[in-house]
């Protein structure tokens, strides 16, 4: 089982949606796709809203 898939089945575990985390590999010389990355999760986390996990309601 890879890393992020161990992650994924945590974040599950804890109440969290799945889409709360992301993977790019990006160089250091793609800048562009580190800009379109980080925009494209930023958007993505503010169109969940706030986080509501079963570990708040404890």
């Known amino acids: ?12 575990d804890y109440g969290y949606e799945q889409d ?3 993977i790019n590999w ?3 010389a793609e800048a562009d796709k580190f800009v379109s990355a980080v925009s494209e999760m930023t958007d993505k986390i503010k169109k969940l809203g706030p ?7 404890v």
């Open 1 to 12: 089982m890879a890393r992020s898939d161990m992650i994924v089945e945590l974040l599950d």
């Open 20 to 22: 709360r985390f992301s």
């Open 26 to 28: 990006v160089s250091s």
């Open 51 to 57: 986080v509501h996990s079963k570990a708040q309601a």
